[in-house]
T-cell receptor
Framework: EDKVVQSPLSLVVHEGDTVTLNCSYE??????LLWYKQEKKAPTFLFML????IEKKSGRLSSILDKKELSSILNITATQTGDSAIYLC????????????FGKGTHLIIQP | NAGVTQTPKFQVLKTGQSMTLQCAQD?????MYWYRQDPGMGLRLIYY???????DKGEVPNGYNVSRLNKREFSLRLESAAPSQTSVYFC???????????????FGPGTRLLVL
C-alpha cells in the first residue's frame, strides 16, 4: 500500500524564522512528488519534483527531492504570518489517474 | 478562467437524505477527482474519472456514486447520507496527455457537508 508521511504534524514558529517541513514516501513506481499549500479552503499547487537533488524555488519557498532517501523537504525562509497554512505533500506513482497519495499535512502557524 | 468550481459551499443533511455535489472545470482537463478531507486523515480519493465517459473507484467509494456528465462536469452523489459522511469534499482536475503533468491537480474551493 502506498504511503506518504509528513512531519512534523504541526509547527509553531515566530515571524522571520526559517522552517523545514519533511515528507517521506513509500510508493510503487514513484514518478514525482508534489507540494500543496492549503489555507482556509482548497489546496493550491506549489511544486512538483521529479529529479533527485534539483532544488525548485519560488520566492522564499524551496523544495528538494532525495530519491535515495525517499523523501523531500520544503523550506520556507523569513516566514510571514501569511505562510500560516497546512502544507500537503503527495507522491505520484504513475499508476494512472488515481496514482496520487497524500500525506496528512503539516499545520504551520507563524506567530507575529 | 474560473478554474475548478464547486456547489454548494455548505450543506446540512439529515441521515438518509440524498444530495448531489456539483463540480465543473474550464481548463479542458481530461481527469477529474473527488476527495474527502477529514481531520487527521488527510485527503482521501473517493472516485475519479480519467477521461470523459469513464469513472473508477478510489480509496473510499462506499456510499457514493459519481457521474462524468461531460468533459467539464463531474458530480458526486450521496444516495442515503450518513453521519460518517460529514466531511469537506474537494473536487480536482488535471491534464492527461503526452508530456502533460497529469499529477498536478487543481482543486476546487470545497464543499463542507454536515450530516446530522
Amino acid at each position: 500500500e502506498d504511503k506518504v508521511v509528513q512531519s512534523p504534524l504541526s509547527l509553531v514558529v515566530h515571524e522571520g524564522d526559517t522552517v523545514t517541513l519533511n515528507c517521506s514516501y513509500e510508493v510503487t513506481n514513484f514518478r514525482s512528488l508534489l507540494w500543496y499549500k492549503q489555507e482556509k479552503k482548497a489546496p493550491t499547487f506549489l511544486f512538483m519534483l521529479t529529479s533527485s537533488g534539483i532544488e525548485k524555488k519560488s520566492g522564499r519557498l524551496s523544495s528538494i527531492l532525495d530519491k535515495k532517501e525517499l523523501s523531500s523537504i520544503l523550506n520556507i525562509t523569513a516566514t510571514q504570518t501569511g505562510d500560516s497554512a497546512i502544507y500537503l505533500c503527495a507522491a505520484y506513482s504513475g499508476g494512472g489517474a488515481d496514482g496520487l497519495t497524500f500525506g496528512k499535512g503539516t499545520h504551520l502557524i507563524i506567530q507575529p | 478562467n474560473a478554474g475548478v468550481t464547486q456547489t454548494p459551499k455548505f450543506q446540512v443533511l439529515k441521515t438518509g437524505q440524498s444530495m448531489t455535489l456539483q463540480c465543473a472545470q474550464d481548463m479542458n482537463h481530461n481527469s477529474m477527482y473527488w476527495y474527502r478531507q477529514d481531520p487527521g486523515m488527510g485527503l482521501r480519493l473517493i472516485y475519479y474519472s480519467a477521461s470523459e465517459g469513464t469513472t473508477d473507484k478510489g480509496e473510499v467509494p462506499n456510499g457514493y456514486n459519481v457521474s462524468r456528465l461531460n468533459k467539464r462536469e463531474f458530480s458526486l452523489r450521496l444516495e442515503s447520507a450518513a453521519p460518517s459522511q460529514t466531511s469537506v469534499y474537494f473536487c480536482a482536475s488535471s491534464e492527461v496527455g503526452w508530456g502533460a503533468n497529469q499529477e498536478t491537480q487543481y482543486f476546487g474551493p470545497g464543499t463542507r457537508l454536515l450530516v446530522l
